[in-house]
T-cell receptor, first 115, second 114 residues
Framework: GAVVSQHPSRVICKSGTSVKIECRSL??????MFWYRQFPKKSLMLMAT?????????EQGVEKDKFLINHASLTLSTLTVTSAHPEDSSFYIC???????????FGPGTRLTVL | EDKVVQSPLSLVVHEGDTVTLNCSYE??????LLWYKQEKKAPTFLFML????IEKKSGRLSSILDKKELSSILNITATQTGDSAIYLC??????????????FGKGTLLTVNP
């Protein structure tokens, strides 16, 4: 149980384009999902908390207009990197918490490369 | 500001050795401490600890929380090359949903040589 999937696993795009990453909880419902970013050899940096049916909560320093989050249902959250630039290249990971378990389960991550 | 510190930052051992990884924390409103293993992809869940002194065990891995010392250790016995990974410690506060934001340590990079 508690499986989280992400799609795509890897994406390469040109500078200026937008990229959408999907995060799904496969065997549980999640009112809250989390989006992280990880640079090489660094720990996870929380970008935002995705709330089903309401606006995402962004961490300080994260541009909400650049990283659009939509939590359309209890099993799906999407992160759209708009007008991507090479500095947006990173490993993006989502997680979800099955209700009242106090445990976040992570998706496999999406490696974004912006040329 | 909540803080999670892991030590050592990196460790190299030989197969068969036993290792102990440390995690200490300073957080307000502590609820749980979690250990994850990260290989090439995203972290996979190992343990969640909420009560002091109760060891959690899974095969060769075990972990225990000491709330008095605000710390936890992760032990791996009879290490194998497949144990090579980054081990992340994270602490979570009371409250679920959007209030449940984990604070991560920087991780310990474990390398097990044959």
């Amino acid at each position: 149980g508690a499986v989280v999937s992400q799609h795509p696993s890897r994406v390469i795009c040109k500078s200026g384009t937008s990229v959408k990453i999907e995060c799904r909880s496969l065997d549980f419902q999640a009112t809250t999902m989390f989006w992280y970013r990880q640079f090489p050899k660094k720990s996870l940096m929380l970008m935002a908390t995705s709330n089903e049916g309401s606006k995402a909560t962004y961490e300080q320093g994260v541009e909400k207009d650049k990283f659009l989050i939509n939590h359309a249902s209890l099993t799906l959250s999407t992160l759209t990197v708009t007008s991507a630039h090479p500095e947006d290249s990173s490993f993006y990971i989502c997680s979800a918490e099955p209700w009242s378990t106090d445990t976040q389960y992570f998706g496999p991550g999406t490696r974004l490369t912006v040329l | 500001e909540d803080k999670v510190v892991q030590s050592p930052l990196s460790l190299v051992v030989h197969e068969g050795d036993t290792v102990t990884l440390n995690c200490s924390y300073e957080v307000t409103n502590f609820r749980s401490l979690l250990w994850y293993k990260q290989e090439k992809k995203a972290p996979t869940f190992l343990f969640m600890l909420t009560s002091s002194g109760i060891e959690k065990k899974s095969g060769r891995l075990s972990s225990i929380l000491d709330k008095k010392e605000l710390s936890s250790i992760l032990n791996i016995t009879a290490t194998q090359t497949g144990d090579s990974a980054i081990y992340l410690c994270a602490v979570g506060p009371h409250g679920g949903g959007s209030n449940y934001k984990l604070t991560f340590g920087k991780g310990t990079l474990l390398t097990v040589n044959p």
